[in-house]
């Protein structure tokens, strides 16, 4: 019962590197999305996906692009990785787009950016 | 727009005594709302959630939230803490209209440490 499952787990990148942070789950959910964890701010939004093949800006999206090819996976790309990317990254998912169910998160990737 | 206060960055509770982690929310119309636990380098792990019906919601580990409409509040609580309680908890607001991200907004975070 893998759930939610995202790599790596820890990654160094230098300003201006590109690199994709993977998201998959095996529970066939179709909501997914990616938040960013800083000190003192708690967790906030960056995109989400309702869907195959449909995705969507959440609160912070700059300087992050995602796709949905399949129903599994969400991955999350920074294509020109910057010192305020630096951040601990979780990709979630819950059964449907519907307030009340239940999003469940992944254990994280631990970016630095120098 | 909704929002979720936590009150208090650090929560310090004897093992044994009765713990109470604050929650304060802001939505246009009726709220989901969630708590959450982190433990060091983990991800977060869902503890309960308020949804409809009674107010007094049980979850995970034995924590409970008491939700109360008129003060706006979700506060977690547990009658009798253990060590193995110290974490950073979060609580989390969802839009119950639908449409837009629908994602879900979260407090701050409070650190709670119990001291043996």
């Known amino acids: 019962n893998a759930g939610v499952t995202q790599t790596p787990k820890f990654q160094v990148l230098k300003t201006g590197q590109s690199m994709t942070l993977q998201c998959a789950q095996d529970m066939n959910h179709e909501y997914m999305s990616w938040y960013r964890q800083d000190p003192g701010m708690g967790l906030r939004l960056i995109h989400y996906s309702v869907g195959a093949g449909i995705t969507d800006q959440g609160e912070v999206p700059n300087g992050y692009n995602v796709s949905r090819s399949t129903t599994e996976d969400f991955p999350l790309r920074l294509l020109s990785a910057a010192p305020s990317q630096t951040s601990v990254y979780f990709c979630?998912?819950?059964?449907?787009?519907?307030?009340?169910?239940?999003?469940?998160f992944g254990e994280g990737s631990w970016l630095t950016v120098v | 727009a909704q929002s979720v206060a936590q009150p208090e960055d650090q929560v310090n509770v004897a093992e044994g005594n009765p713990l109470t982690v604050k929650c304060t929310y802001s939505v246009s119309g009726n709220p989901y709302l969630f708590w959450y636990v982190q433990y060091p380098n983990r991800g977060l792990q869902f503890l309960l959630k308020y949804i409809t019906g009674d107010n007094l919601v049980k979850g995970s580990y034995g924590f409970e939230a008491e939700f109360n409409k008129s003060q706006t509040s979700f506060h977690l609580k547990k009658p009798s803490a253990l060590v193995s309680d110290s974490a950073l908890y979060f609580c989390?607001?969802?839009?119950?209209?639908?449409?837009?991200?629908?994602?879900?907004?979260f407090g701050k975070g409070t650190h709670l440490i119990i001291q043996p």
């Open positions: 989390a607001v969802r839009d119950i209209t639908g449409g837009g991200a629908d994602g879900l907004t």
């Open positions: 979630a998912s819950s059964y449907s787009r519907g307030s009340g169910n239940t999003i469940y």
